[in-house]
């Protein structure tokens, strides 16, 4: 057993952390940035313009592609790329394209050709290509292999018509990753294919869909007759669902919000160590719990972050991961509000709002962890059947 | 990082798992829950036989020289196995204590003996304030020529009955600062003076009181250093604090193993019930439980095996586990139905050490404090 990180992860997140602190200084600070994804706020241009270079800055340090086969200009290391992560999302940092970095890149890495990969991989290293995820769809989200969107072939196409949404980023981003039915007489997984998709090409229509946090996070894209070369295919025909499959526990363990978690708790300690008025013994029993929680969340996620440095492919422990970081962020964004009392309930720009409004921001974000990357009631599910082999019926 | 066993403590465990599961039925658990002495005397020189006295004694005194990581290995399986018996007082708050504070003639004339399974000890720690805080000791020592003269009443002793020594915390100097002037005395259960009073637990273990009524203890029993005895303890604690963790977290697992085979097992409405969501989200949140609270007790031993400061993390395992093993324990239960309720039912054993062993060693609120305070709240 070795729970401890070697001087050579030491030095490196000395030195990630002395970038971050060069490149988001406190004067880029002053309003609440937890969105996972896009970790930006909606259409508005200077986060996004400010998204597009820290992603740059990190791409030509080569911090984005960390974790990948030296082949492709990675250093084989999970744990150094999860330093990158953490030092970012305890600072709530923007950056990270996690849709492309963290969702797809691996699953291309797993799936596709080395053609394919040669392709697309260099430009989520340098962090030029922003991507979006396109699985869910109007009538399918926890049942995802009910999906009704078609890919037909024709010559050397596919003919894409149908109907995704939820789509995070999908206003932004340059390219996409789509899950469509390629053989609707197959039974219903066998017949689904996983393609990337070029968001410029005609037939396209986004529409950005205002969340509870009345921003532009996520939208729904319409495709009609939308041509995608077969070159983009990814796994071969028929074969999505084990490429989605793959893609969804990616995206698992990128739910990690521990970081977050700690940073958001850790200024709040501040907080609480400036205020006149000590802490009453409940809510300081609280905290303890949540700081002991948040120590959980950050082994059960090295816990697969070790499987998968180990060449394992990790499986209930990733939907573990998830599950129990995206209910601890809620937690812990409730508790907030709980010390804060009146002034957690102010917004970002308000007088008096505390933290640039940052609590009331976490405490409805944090609303959406549960549902997004497979719902926690899914995560439950994968848990009991694949960790503990419990029956489907 | 790397979060596996080694080669050989994958065999301990294994070894061990294999032994218990023979030798250890759950009947005997029952059994000697009500059994006066507690354990039977065969199964622990069998024990022994197999090294696991000595397993964290040194080689130069007769023990196997493993660290901390090995022994949370065993006692694993021993919670899994829910094994009675002096096991935790004698080789973890005994012989701990032994090694942390004994001088050379005393590690040599009481570790060989502990190693052979041929002297049971324990530590007299708490007192009627039920505080695993300096404060809590009054028990009161006065030197009168080359002896001390002990008062006071222990309680909460773990198997006082059964043990040839008692490692007794003691009050020897009135200071402002209520973890100063305590010292340790290895006190021979046999003196006169030294009065003990089965108390009857919920889970079957065996506490006592103990009173010592101006007993005499010579000068050459002192361990470690006067006035210095919490210094000690502190290291002591922090060591058994975690393998009291891991005991829970073998208990953990193997309700999640039973349950988990029972919901496989049992039909309602034609289906297993394990194949009903509400049923699997319980479980599922038990493995959660499981795999978080063993991942975080790893991580206390592990820091403790490398001598780095550990006094949160150990806070973290045990605050922890305290709480999540009572929860997997009352969700194995809910999940058996009625028969889970049964006396000779197996989880009622696992639901009564849970709680036991939340008390045990600082229950849920004195570990979160620990944490606030190492965090400076």
């Keep these: 057993m070795d729970f401890g990180f070697n001087q050579e992860e030491e030095a490196f997140r000395q030195e990630v952390r002395e970038f971050i602190q060069k490149e988001y200084p406190p004067e880029l600070r002053r309003q609440p940035r937890v969105t996972f994804a896009p970790s930006i706020h909606g259409l508005d241009d200077e986060d996004w313009k400010l998204m597009r270079t820290l992603s740059r800055k990190l791409g030509a340090k080569s911090w984005l592609s960390l974790g990948w086969p030296e082949k492709y200009g990675g250093q084989n290391s999970p744990f150094l790329q999860n330093i990158v992560y953490e030092e970012v999302l305890y600072n709530n940092c923007p950056g990270i394209n996690h849709m492309g970095v963290t969702f797809l890149a691996p699953t291309l890495i797993q799936f596709g050709s080395e053609e394919q990969a040669k392709r697309h991989l260099p430009g989520i290293a340098k962090g030029e290509v922003y991507w979006c995820e396109l699985l869910s769809e109007p009538d399918s989200g926890s049942d995802l292999a009910s999906i009704k969107t078609q890919a037909t072939e024709d010559g050397d196409y596919y003919i894409i018509n149908g109907q995704k949404t939820w789509n995070s980023g999908a206003h932004l981003a340059e390219w996409g990753f789509i899950l469509a039915r390629t053989d609707p007489s197959l039974p219903r997984h066998r017949g689904l294919s996983y393609f ?29 007759e939308v041509r995608v070369p077969k070159e983009d295919l990814i796994g071969g025909k028929n074969r999505g669902w084990y490429v989605t499959m793959a893609t969804l526990d990616f995206e698992r363990v990128a739910h990690m919000y521990y970081p977050s978690v700690r940073g958001y708790l850790d200024r709040l300690i501040e907080y609480v160590k400036r205020s006149p008025q000590p802490l009453s013994p409940v809510l300081r029993n609280r905290l303890a719990e949540l700081v002991a929680e948040c120590e959980m969340a950050r082994w059960l996620h090295y816990r697969a972050i070790w499987m998968m440095s180990k060449g394992n492919i990790p499986t209930y422990e990733v939907a573990i991961d998830k599950l129990y970081n995206s209910e601890l962020a809620q937690r812990v964004a409730e508790f907030g509000t709980q010390v804060l009392g009146h002034y957690g309930g102010l917004l970002s720009g308000s007088k008096h709002a505390f933290l640039y409004g940052w609590p009331s921001y976490y405490y409805l974000d944090t609303v959406s962890y549960t549902i997004m990357a497979g719902t926690s009631e899914i995560d439950r599910n994968v848990i009991a059947q694949r960790g503990l082999g419990l029956p489907t019926e | 990082m790397d979060f596996s066993l080694t080669e050989e403590q994958e065999i301990l465990r294994t070894v061990a798992r294999d032994f218990l599961s023979t030798e250890c039925p759950k009947n005997l658990v029952r059994e000697m829950a009500k059994d006066e002495k507690g354990y039977p005397p065969r199964l622990w020189h069998q ?89 809590g000791i009054q028990t009161k020592a006065t030197l009168r020529d080359k002896e001390f003269i002990i008062e006071g009443t222990k309680l909460f002793v773990p198997d006082a009955h059964t043990s040839d020594y008692l490692i007794c915390a003691v009050r020897t100097k009135a200071t402002q600062s209520p973890e100063d002037g305590i010292t340790l005395f290895l006190v021979d259960n046999k003196s006169p003076g030294v009065g003990c009073t089965l108390l009857k637990t919920m889970a079957g273990d065996k506490q006592c009181e103990v009173i010592f009524d101006n007993i005499t203890v010579p000068f050459g029993n002192m361990l470690g250093n006067l006035n210095e005895g919490w210094l000690i303890l502190d290291k002591v604690l922090e060591k058994a604090v975690v393998a009291k963790c891991a005991q829970m977290v073998g208990g953990a697992k193997q309700v999640l193993e039973m349950t988990v085979e029972y919901a496989k097992q049992r039909v309602a409405f034609g289906h297993p019930i394990g194949s009903f969501q509400a049923i699997q989200h319980h479980c599922a949140n038990m493995l959660v439980d499981v795999d978080g609270c063993s991942l975080v007790v790893n991580n206390a031993a592990w820091r403790l095996s490398q001598g780095l400061p550990a006094t949160q993390e150990v806070a973290i395992a045990k605050a922890l586990t305290n709480e999540r093993f009572k929860r997997i324990a009352a969700l194995g239960i809910q999940i058996h139905g009625a028969i889970g309720f049964t006396q000779d039912h197996d989880m009622p054993l696992y639901f009564k050490r849970a709680k036991a062993w939340e008390i045990n060693l600082g229950n849920t609120n004195f570990h979160l404090d620990k944490i606030a305070k190492a965090a400076q709240i």
């Design chain 1, 196 to 224: 990337l998709i070029d968001m410029k090409t005609p037939g396209i229509t986004i529409n950005p869909i205002l969340d509870m946090l009345e921003e532009y996070e996520f939208c729904e894209v319409f495709f009609d």
């Design chain 2, 47 to 135: 024990m022994a036989e197999a090294g696991w006295m000595g397993l964290i004694i040194p080689k130069e005194y007769g023990g196997a020289g493993g660290s901390i990581l090995d022994l949370i290995v065993l006692l694993e399986e021993m919670g899994r196995a829910c094994l009675p018996g002096p096991f935790f007082s004698t080789v973890v708050l005994g012989g701990l204590t032994v090694l942390e504070a004994g001088n050379e003639e005393q590690k040599a004339e009481l570790l060989p003996q502990l190693a052979e399974g041929e002297i049971l000890l324990t530590l007299a720690l708490t007192e009627p304030s039920a505080k695993y805080t300096g404060d």
